[in-house]
């Protein structure tokens, strides 16, 4: 079955880059997703990809998506103790039924 | 907002009592789904519908049943609590047909003692 894998701890000095990875096993992923989860909320989409691209950016996120190492990554510029919260990655496929693989999850610390 | 109402927010049973959560959408979108969420594993999908009286099993069905009689409301039952159930419910819901991100409600979380 799909896997999903990510670190579960990364710190950050307040100003620097945050740089989250997931590993996926699924190579007929279509979408590839990352959400934020603040303490005793949801979770929130942040942004998503297509398969067929290589890096999207949004503001003070990068994707960025090596599809033959099956290997995605979130890039946080200029990280704020807002940031604080767990990263989820997750992978789908191509039809409405299929329900979201998400990996573990991986707490961003920022320290001021 | 996407209109995902989840009751109750906090529950506390004893084991072996039956339970009940609720999710509950305004916009009569056809694809939700119930997924736990636990520490160093992440959010695993229970169960999940694409419309009314149409189900399927995640991966971690076991203990759990679902209905679906009207559009708007997804029921999760655990018919005996165990305290391996003690999570952090979530449901879900797909806004668009074909592909597109989940939308999730706020969450129950549920201790059996």
Redesign the interface.
């Known amino acids: 079955?799909e896997d999903?894998e990510q670190s579960?701890f990364l710190s950050v000095r307040e100003g620097d880059s945050s740089v989250i990875n997931c590993t996926y096993t699924d190579s007929s992923s279509?979408?590839l997703?990352w959400?934020k989860q603040e303490p005793g909320?949801?979770?929130?989409?942040l942004t998503?990809i297509f398969s067929n691209m290589d890096m999207k950016q949004d503001q003070r996120l990068t994707v960025l998506l090596n599809k033959k190492d099956k290997h995605l990554s979130l890039r946080i510029a200029d990280t704020q103790t807002g940031d604080s919260a767990i990263y989820?990655c997750a992978e789908?496929?191509?039809?409405?039924?299929r329900?979201?693989?998400?990996?573990?999850?991986t707490r961003l610390q920022v320290q001021p | 907002d996407a209109g995902i109402t989840q009751s109750p927010r906090h529950k506390v049973t004893e084991t072996g009592t039956p339970v009940t959560l609720r999710c509950h959408q305004t916009e009569n979108h056809r694809y939700m789904y119930w997924y736990r969420q636990d520490p160093g594993h992440g959010l695993r999908l229970i169960h999940y519908s694409y419309g009314v009286k149409d189900t399927d099993k995640g991966e971690v069905s076991d203990g759990y049943s679902v209905s679906r009689s009207k559009t708007e409301d997804f029921l999760l039952t655990l018919e005996s609590a165990t305290s391996s159930q003690t999570s952090v419910y979530f449901c879900a819901i797909r806004i668009t047909e074909g592909n597109s991100p989940l939308h999730f409600g706020n969450g129950t979380r549920l201790t059996v003692t």
Do not use: E
């Not at chain 1, 909320?41 to 989409?45: D, E, F, K, P, V």
């Not at chain 1, 789908?92 to 039924?97: F, I, S």
């Not at chain 1, 329900?99 to 999850?105: E, I, K």
């Open positions: 079955g999903v579960l279509t979408y997703y959400y909320a949801g979770l929130q989409l998503y989820f789908g496929g191509d039809t409405g039924r329900a979201l693989t998400f990996g573990s999850g």
